[in-house]
């Protein structure tokens, strides 16, 4: 298959979550949240190429794919960066590897809540951060 003119090869499927192919000699992992709607919109919870990991906007869904805290900021938040870390730590990373955060919150006034979740995981590392 030919993405953007670079030949893709697939190599190994290493388990229900990730993907391994080689692009341009550089590895790359696909890591899912093997959510329904991965498949169908097209995209990964994470991409991994060569030291690089990128994750994609997270919600706050639990492994039985519901989300948490539906009326609270605070613990949504927490359940994303729980997500996160289980990407990260897919590819062999950890929240102490981040160093960049950007948040979106569809209520401002709940600013707060989110950056006290946000600080509770982050706080020994100092990720810069856009809202």
């Known amino acids: 298959m030919f993405l953007s003119g670079f030949l893709i090869r697939r190599v190994a499927r290493l388990s229900k979550y ?3 192919n080689i692009y ?19 995209y990964s919870r994470a991409v991994k190429i060569g030291n690089y990991i990128h994750i994609s906007g997270t919600t706050a869904i639990n492994e039985q794919r519901k989300i948490v805290g539906l009326e609270n900021p605070y613990i949504q938040t927490k359940q994303i960066i729980k997500n996160i870390e289980t990407a990260l730590n897919l590819t062999g990373a950890s929240l102490e590897n981040v160093i960049r955060t950007r948040i979106y919150v569809t ?8 950056g006290k979740a946000h600080n509770e ?3 020994v590392y100092v990720p810069l951060l856009a809202w």
Do not use: A
Request: aromatic content about 10%; charged content about 20%.
């Open 24 to 42: 341009r000699n550089v590895e790359r992992i696909n890591i899912s949240s093997n959510t329904p709607w991965e498949d169908l919109v097209g």
């Open 18 to 20: 990730i993907k391994l």
């Open 121 to 123: 995981f982050l706080l």
């Open 107 to 114: 209520n401002i006034d709940h600013w707060q809540l989110v």
